[in-house]
């Protein structure tokens, strides 16, 4: 059974930054497509970043573009997103993903406000 547990959401202050991790079991990770989406309140689930199994290419949305860091380790069946610079419209359930369409976790809360 695939399972996927994220951690390391917070309230943090706009400018702040957080690291947040994705535990992953249950299937060969190393072999995955890794993933992460978001869901701001009253928004549809977006698409944030992903990675591919060796963690060698790595691909982001625009509005994360060069805040965000995507990284695995397939030692430890880890997952991670750094979130740098945040903002406001940041604020939003951040969730792992099993490639672009498998299953999620279920979420971690980012909240950044003043």
């Known amino acids: 059974e695939v399972q996927l547990v994220e951690s390391g959401g917070d309230w943090v202050q706009p400018g702040g930054s957080l690291r947040l991790s994705c535990a992953a079991s249950g299937f060969p990770f190393s072999r995955a497509e890794m993933t992460w989406f978001r869901q701001a309140p009253g928004k549809e689930l977006e698409w944030v970043s992903s990675?591919?199994?060796?963690?060698?290419?790595?691909t982001y949305a625009d509005f994360v573009k060069g805040r965000f860091t995507i990284s695995r380790d397939n030692v430890k069946n880890m997952l991670y997103l750094q979130l740098d610079s945040l903002k406001t419209e940041d604020t939003a359930i951040y969730y792992c993903?099993?490639?672009?369409?498998?299953?999620r976790g279920q979420g971690t809360q980012v909240t950044v406000s003043s």
């Open positions: 993903r099993l490639g672009r369409i498998g299953p």
């Open positions: 990675i591919s199994t060796d963690g060698d290419s790595t």
